[in-house]
Each structure stands twice: as structure tokens, then as C-alpha cells.
């Protein structure tokens, strides 16, 4: 309590020491109305986070209204083959939430490692580029070789979190129709999406407008694949809540989604899943973006 004690030399008059630093920390911690802890992450840290930053570059969020959408593969769609784990199609009802309209890039998670509160990605350079992660010329580019930790940590500690899979696939997808990519039904090609080595390489993110989705957020398809929160369960969708699925609550791979700049065309269908290590593995194809709940 002596840390509060404020020195009056007169009547009304009010001497602010060296301690109102601590004073305003101490009162910024006690109006902090989000703390989180997850027992599902790798450390089950504990985060507050008490603002939410404003990025250099591409900070932008997109707000998706809430509401259903139908989620999974739909055999209906011309030339679409569906797999088992994107079977049943169902509805899902989702609650509002934001998610970035860009993939993070190397700018944004440099800031999070100057900071002391990220590790470095596994890798400094990318698949044709010595230097890529501490390069200015690549300061807009989609982050690579983190791991789904890394990429939870740095959610966190920007005030935000992963998205799950069903709020990446909504974001992608819309809530109008089952289309399997996010533009639609048209065949992908180089002009909407990096994908099948279209470039070789990860492209600055935003490069492929005609490649949004109906809300407007970018890259959802190619690029990079992304992490998604939830566990990987070939099985979820036959039993999954209809509303505000969280994922499976144990497992030992995570979903990742969107395909990536090296991979075949078919792999970028917004509704294909893949099953990543979350621990083990980073890829020189895979990155991440953030959610937020409003």
C-alpha cells in the first residue's frame, strides 16, 4: 500500500513522485479484463494482453459478421473429389469475431522477437532466398519456419489468438455457398493465387486481389499454409458442435489450411485439411495469421 501513498504539502495540492510509473502500471494490471490460460498449448502461458497492438505494414483486420455457413466439401461442385475428413458438409453457426486480412509477415513477427517475447523462426532464409526473415526487402512477405507455438505465442502477444478451423474456413469460404476456392468456382490459377510453384517462392501478401474471399481477406488460398488452432481429427466433422466448434480437445498433429506457393493446385481448396506436427516441424511453405474476438 505504501507504493499508493500520495505526499500532500498543502491543501489541494498533490506531489506526484517517481512511483506514479508503478501507479499506472499497477492500475493498467487491475483493469485488465482478459487473462487466458491454455492448457492445450505447449506452455500454458499466461498472457495479458492489456492492448492491442497496431502493426507496421499489414495490421488490417477483417470483421466477420455472425452467423452460419456451411462447412466441409460439397460433391455437388463441379470436378471437386471429397475426402473423408472433409465429410459430412454441415452447417455451423459461428458467434462475430475479426481475423487478419493478411498472412503475418516478417516484419510484424520481428517486432514480437525484438521484443524478447518470440523466438526466431527455425531458419532465417527461404526456399530461393539466402536472406530472407531479417531482409527489408522481404519485410511484407508471409513469416516461414514457425512452429504452431511460435505462432500461438505471437497471436497472444499481440491480443489476439489463432483462429479455429472453422473460422479460417468461413473467412475463406463466405456464407453464401459452398464454394471450394475462395473467389469461387473458377480453376485456380497463377493470376489468383501463388501455388504450384507459380513463383517458386512466397510472394508479398496481397498480391492476388482477384483471389479474395467474400469478406475480403487475402491469400486465403496459396502462399503459405496456415495454422489453424484446432487439433487434427480425421472424424471431427461427424461429430463436431453445431455451434462455435473448438476443435477436438486432444490430439497429436494440427490442422493447417490453405495450401502454399510449392504445392499442387487441388491442395489450395479452402476445404482441405491437413494434419502438421505442431512441435516437431516448420515448414519453409508454412506461416499463420490471428483471430480476435470482439
Given at each position: 500500500?505504501?507504493?499508493?501513498?500520495?505526499?500532500?504539502?498543502?491543501?489541494?495540492?498533490?506531489?506526484?513522485?517517481?512511483?506514479?510509473?508503478?501507479?499506472?502500471?499497477?492500475?493498467?494490471?487491475?483493469?485488465?479484463?482478459?487473462?487466458?490460460?491454455?492448457?492445450?498449448?505447449?506452455?500454458?502461458?499466461?498472457?495479458?494482453?492489456?492492448?492491442?497492438?497496431?502493426?507496421?505494414?499489414?495490421?488490417?483486420?477483417?470483421?466477420?459478421?455472425?452467423?452460419?455457413?456451411?462447412?466441409?466439401c460439397d460433391w455437388n461442385n463441379l470436378g471437386v473429389t471429397c475426402s473423408g475428413d472433409q465429410l459430412p458438409l454441415h452447417q455451423v453457426m459461428l458467434d462475430s469475431y475479426e481475423i487478419d486480412k493478411y498472412e503475418v509477415t516478417n516484419q510484424q513477427?520481428?517486432?514480437?522477437?525484438?521484443?524478447?517475447?518470440c523466438t526466431p523462426p527455425e531458419y532465417s532464409y527461404s526456399r530461393t532466398r539466402p536472406v530472407y526473415f531479417s531482409n527489408a526487402s522481404y519485410n511484407d512477405y508471409p513469416v516461414i519456419y514457425v512452429r504452431y507455438d511460435q505462432a500461438w505465442v505471437?497471436?497472444?502477444?499481440?491480443?489476439?489468438?489463432?483462429?479455429?478451423?472453422?473460422?479460417?474456413?468461413?473467412?475463406?469460404?463466405?456464407?453464401?455457398?459452398?464454394?471450394?476456392?475462395?473467389?469461387?468456382?473458377?480453376?485456380?490459377?497463377?493470376?489468383?493465387?501463388?501455388?504450384?510453384?507459380?513463383?517458386?517462392?512466397?510472394?508479398?501478401?496481397?498480391?492476388?486481389?482477384?483471389?479474395?474471399?467474400?469478406?475480403?481477406?487475402?491469400?486465403?488460398?496459396?502462399?503459405?499454409?496456415?495454422?489453424?488452432?484446432?487439433?487434427?481429427?480425421?472424424?471431427?466433422?461427424?461429430?463436431?458442435?453445431?455451434?462455435?466448434?473448438?476443435?477436438?480437445?486432444?490430439?497429436?498433429?494440427?490442422?493447417?489450411?490453405?495450401?502454399?506457393?510449392?504445392?499442387?493446385?487441388?491442395?489450395?481448396?479452402?476445404?482441405?485439411?491437413?494434419?502438421?506436427?505442431?512441435?516437431?516441424?516448420?515448414?519453409?511453405?508454412?506461416?499463420?495469421?490471428?483471430?480476435?474476438?470482439?
Amino acid at each position: 500500500m505504501q507504493h499508493l501513498l500520495l505526499l500532500l504539502t498543502s491543501p489541494g495540492e498533490i506531489i506526484l513522485t517517481k512511483l506514479l510509473a508503478r501507479i499506472t502500471v499497477l492500475a493498467i494490471l487491475l483493469l485488465a479484463s482478459e487473462v487466458e490460460v491454455s492448457a492445450q498449448t505447449p506452455s500454458a502461458r499466461v498472457f495479458l494482453p492489456l492492448i492491442h497492438r497496431t502493426y507496421p505494414g499489414y495490421g488490417e483486420m477483417v470483421s466477420i459478421p455472425a452467423g452460419s455457413f456451411l462447412m466441409g466439401c460439397d460433391w455437388n461442385n463441379l470436378g471437386v473429389t471429397c475426402s473423408g475428413d472433409q465429410l459430412p458438409l454441415h452447417q455451423v453457426m459461428l458467434d462475430s469475431y475479426e481475423i487478419d486480412k493478411y498472412e503475418v509477415t516478417n516484419q510484424q513477427y520481428r517486432v514480437c522477437v525484438e521484443e524478447g517475447s518470440c523466438t526466431p523462426p527455425e531458419y532465417s532464409y527461404s526456399r530461393t532466398r539466402p536472406v530472407y526473415f531479417s531482409n527489408a526487402s522481404y519485410n511484407d512477405y508471409p513469416v516461414i519456419y514457425v512452429r504452431y507455438d511460435q505462432a500461438w505465442v505471437f497471436c497472444h502477444w499481440a491480443g489476439k489468438r489463432l483462429p479455429t478451423e472453422a473460422e479460417w474456413e468461413k473467412a475463406a469460404r463466405g456464407s453464401v455457398d459452398t464454394r471450394p476456392y475462395p473467389w469461387g468456382l473458377t480453376a485456380p490459377d497463377c493470376t489468383r493465387l501463388n501455388a504450384d510453384d507459380c513463383i517458386g517462392d512466397t510472394t508479398r501478401v496481397g498480391s492476388y486481389p482477384l483471389g479474395a474471399s467474400p469478406y475480403g481477406v487475402m491469400d486465403m488460398s496459396g502462399n503459405v499454409w496456415e495454422w489453424v488452432a484446432d487439433w487434427y481429427d480425421a472424424a471431427y466433422y461427424s461429430y463436431s458442435p453445431a455451434a462455435n466448434p473448438p476443435g477436438p480437445y486432444v490430439g497429436t498433429h494440427r490442422v493447417i489450411r490453405g495450401g502454399s506457393y510449392f504445392h499442387d493446385m487441388p491442395y489450395t481448396r479452402l476445404d482441405f485439411r491437413f494434419a502438421f506436427e505442431p512441435g516437431r516441424w516448420a515448414s519453409f511453405g508454412l506461416g499463420f495469421r490471428c483471430a480476435r474476438s470482439p
